[in-house]
């Protein structure tokens, strides 16, 4: 009798989903898929009906997409219209509740309480992978990519899988980060960069003082109010679900020989190596060589997957199990930002 009524259900034809229909299997409401047939990052869902209530799904399938995103480290949700900041936020608040609104850390503008505009950074540059505040203390497992308006040329966000770049680093290199760890050095100052009132989000020295000490961080106020910091961290971990080793560390954003030439020369001519907006070391404070840096960068370079946003799309990210960048563009571009499920080293 079940068969008999699903086989009249389908008959009847799918274009009008009922709220019931959304208990029928993933499968039959939507259609699994990939960018390229060789390719499994990122997997791609699409809708197989019309008029798909798709808050509804996720809250019908959390299970399904928790599991995808687990072994993908990627999901792009394409073909369902996401492309106003307030659906984009009823989606990632479906599938994140605990998404995270108190965020100093980049020049970023503020779209509602948990959307943000991506970070700055100048358009004609190609910002380098990373996995989302690497380098701080807390971090977030999830984060959220929706595509308001995609640039007239470029500005793709690319993606790599953050398992296989520890795979592919030269295994000297690897034991070399996994004994030492990372240093990170920041000079707050509001010449160049964010300063600490901005970031910590007081103008308190003491509480920035008692955040640093829970957070790790090592500190050092230097003249007229400048704060120096360095904080050690992990360039690999290992995922608290799949129990994989992922590669998750910012070096590459914060090591000069990364920069471009014109950017490089122009920090290096006007600062100290001490007194740089960001450097990076090893966890020891000896120098990460630059051939070690080009080593790294080459292996994402790699394994770098980009595709042209859509508008509408929107892209979950595993943050522990995948990098993600920017590309240079061309045009208006209109992107939305969330993220959550805030963790941290110890948690993990």
Not at 38 to 66: C, G, M, R, S, Y
Not at 142 to 151: E, N, R
Not at 174 to 185: A, D, G, P, Q, S
Request: charged share 25%; hydrophobic share 35%.
């Amino acid at each position: 009798m079940k068969n008999i009524e699903n086989k009249q259900f389908k008959l009847q034809g799918l274009g009008n989903i009922t709220r019931k229909a959304v208990k029928l299997t993933q499968g039959e409401l939507i259609k699994i898929d990939y960018l390229k047939h060789d390719e499994t990052l990122p997997v791609v869902l699409k809708p197989a009906v019309e008029n798909l209530d798709l808050v509804n799904w996720i809250k019908d399938n959390q299970e399904f997409l928790q599991t995808k995103l687990l072994k993908q480290g990627a999901i792009l949700l394409r073909g369902f219209n996401l492309d106003k900041a307030k659906i984009f936020e009823q989606v990632c608040l479906t599938l994140c509740p605990n998404l995270f609104n108190e965020n100093g850390e980049h020049i970023r503008g503020t779209v509602s309480a948990n959307v943000y505009t991506p970070v700055f950074y100048p358009a004609d540059k190609k910002l380098l992978w990373h996995n989302e505040n690497s380098f701080n203390y807390r971090w977030p497992k999830k984060i959220f990519f929706g595509c308001g308006q995609p640039a007239e040329q470029g500005g793709e966000t690319p993606i790599v899988n953050s398992r296989k770049v520890f795979e592919l680093i030269d295994p000297n290199i690897r034991e070399r980060f996994l004994e030492k760890k990372v240093m990170y050095l920041r000079n707050y100052d509001s010449r160049l960069g964010l300063d600490w009132s901005t970031v910590f989000q007081t103008q308190n020295k003491e509480k920035v003082e008692a955040n640093c000490r829970e957070a790790g961080i090592d500190f050092e106020w230097k003249d007229n109010g400048r704060l120096r910091t360095r904080a050690v961290r992990p360039a690999v971990v290992k995922h608290p679900q799949t129990g994989e080793l992922t590669w998750f560390a910012q070096a590459q954003h914060w090591h000069t020989s990364c920069l471009d030439l014109e950017t490089r020369e122009t920090l290096l001519s006007s600062f100290q190596e001490k007194d740089l907006p960001r450097n990076c070391y090893y966890g020891d404070g000896s120098r990460i060589e630059d051939s070690v840096m080009e080593e790294i960068c080459g292996v994402y370079q790699k394994l770098e997957i980009s595709f042209p946003w859509q508008t509408g799309d929107l892209l979950i990210l595993d943050n522990l199990l995948t990098a993600h960048g920017r590309n240079p563009f061309f045009g208006e571009r209109k992107l939305f930002v969330a993220m959550g499920e805030m963790t941290s080293f110890d948690e993990i």
